[in-house]
């Protein structure tokens, strides 16, 4: 009985060690991945997260499927192949150079493509390609340099360009279908608001 208790007692005090660890472990510190989320599944699937989790890369592509769907369902065509498109190839591009543009200019694509929506600016259909292009040439580059870096390269940048036709898509398509009265204006607003966080990464950049 005696050596069964004290057994006992050691596989109890075993337990509690064990268990007081655990609030130890939660704050060990891991790796910190600043650009890059690692999703475990491939590189493509790194892109879509990184895509999906890096605002100064998702709003403006949203920013542009709202304004395509404003204007049409014609420029909403346009934009949801013209974006991915330049994005893919830009993002190659980026890939080879591994030289990413200075990142104090993230505000200038909330600016101004959430001021084009704030204001219904009214554009023909080569002026909004054009629009698309520039975008899409700016962003991808910009992460085809940082998934050089990072490690996943083109395929992650394959990964992004089909996350951003999947978003302008489903972006486009709602906004062109609801577009009109009201909600025109709830459309504008949002782009309002686009427009006021690039002036303040403006702001925080020239701080």
């Known amino acids: 009985m005696a050596g069964d208790s004290m057994k006992l007692g050691?596989?109890?005090?075993?337990?509690?060690?064990?268990?007081?660890?655990?609030?130890?472990?939660t704050l060990w510190p891991l790796n910190a991945q600043a650009h890059l989320i690692s999703t475990g599944l491939g590189s493509v699937y790194d892109?879509?997260?990184?895509?999906?989790?890096?605002?100064?890369?998702?709003?403006?592509?949203?920013?542009?499927?709202l304004f395509a769907g404003l204007r049409g369902k014609d420029q909403a065509r346009r934009v949801i192949?013209?974006?991915p498109l330049s994005w893919l190839l830009a993002g190659f591009l980026g890939t080879l150079t591994a030289v990413p543009p200075p990142a104090?200019?993230?505000w200038l694509p909330l600016l101004l493509v959430g001021g084009m929506v704030a204001t219904d600016l009214r554009l023909?259909?080569?002026?909004?390609?054009?629009?698309?292009?520039?975008?899409?040439?700016?962003?991808?580059?910009?992460?085809?340099a940082a998934m050089a870096q990072a490690g996943p390269g083109l395929r992650a940048v394959l990964g992004?360009?089909?996350t951003v036709f999947v978003a302008t898509t489903l972006v486009a398509a709602l906004v062109a279908a609801w577009h009109s009265g009201w909600i025109r204006i709830a459309w504008r607003v949002a782009?309002?608001?686009?427009?006021?966080?690039?002036?303040?990464?403006?702001?925080?950049?020239l701080r």
């Open 124 to 144: 023909s259909l080569g002026a909004t390609s054009v629009v698309a292009i520039l975008l899409g040439a700016f962003l991808g580059y910009t992460n085809g």
């Open 81 to 83: 192949f013209v974006l």
């Open 47 to 65: 892109g879509i997260i990184h895509f999906a989790l890096t605002p100064e890369d998702l709003i403006p592509a949203i920013a542009l499927a």
């Open 160 to 162: 992004i360009s089909a």
């Open 104 to 106: 104090s200019l993230a």
């Open 10 to 25: 050691s596989h109890s005090a075993s337990l509690t060690r064990t268990v007081s660890l655990v609030p130890l472990l």
């Open 191 to 205: 782009g309002s608001w686009i427009a006021a966080g690039g002036l303040l990464l403006l702001g925080w950049s």
